[in-house]
């Protein structure tokens, strides 16, 4: 079966630096709906479409077409006594701006006795990444999968 709009694509995959270094592995494979659902970046999605199972592709993408570009910004220092009494470093925190509806995933990069410094930008913002893959299988999208816009099951979303 080939890769087309509606079907349910099964990959392994790594995505690198451009060092070479793993940045990301999942120990088993990623299923995603195919068709401009947003379930994979979509450089990739154009190389794999019309392709069948076994077809392996490297597609190099800039910032720009996966995380962003780095933004100093989004860098910030809060004062502690706004933290639970147990932040750690690598703690999530979500925030926002002022009457914005906009929400924004901080990491926690540092602490001191009265500062905390979070990050809003992905860890991986700023960075040319390769995305190496193997297609491991394809299969017709189920009615449930299309209205819900993603694939579900073994290596899908679960609800």
């Not at 189920?142 to 609800?159: K, V, Y």
């Given at each position: ?131 190496d893959c193997t297609v491991t299988a394809v299969r017709p999208a ?18």
């Open positions: 079966m080939r890769i087309e709009k509606n079907t349910v694509v099964s990959l392994d995959y790594e995505l690198l630096d451009m060092e070479g270094k793993v940045m990301e592995k999942p120990d088993s494979p990623i299923s995603y709906l195919h068709g401009g659902y947003d379930g994979i970046f979509p450089m990739v999605e154009e190389k794999l479409h019309l392709k069948e199972v076994g077809y392996r592709c490297s597609v190099v993408m800039e910032p720009e077409y996966t995380f962003g570009e780095y933004d100093a910004e989004l860098v910030r220092m809060e004062p502690r006594d706004v933290f639970p009494e147990n932040v750690e470093i690598g703690m999530q925190f979500e925030g926002g701006e002022e009457g914005s509806d906009e929400v924004t995933v901080y990491t926690v990069t540092d602490i001191t006795d009265d500062k905390v410094i979070v990050d809003g930008n992905h860890p991986l913002a700023g960075m040319t990444l390769r995305f189920t009615a449930e999968e299309l209205s819900h816009g993603h694939a579900h099951g073994i290596h899908g979303h679960a609800h």
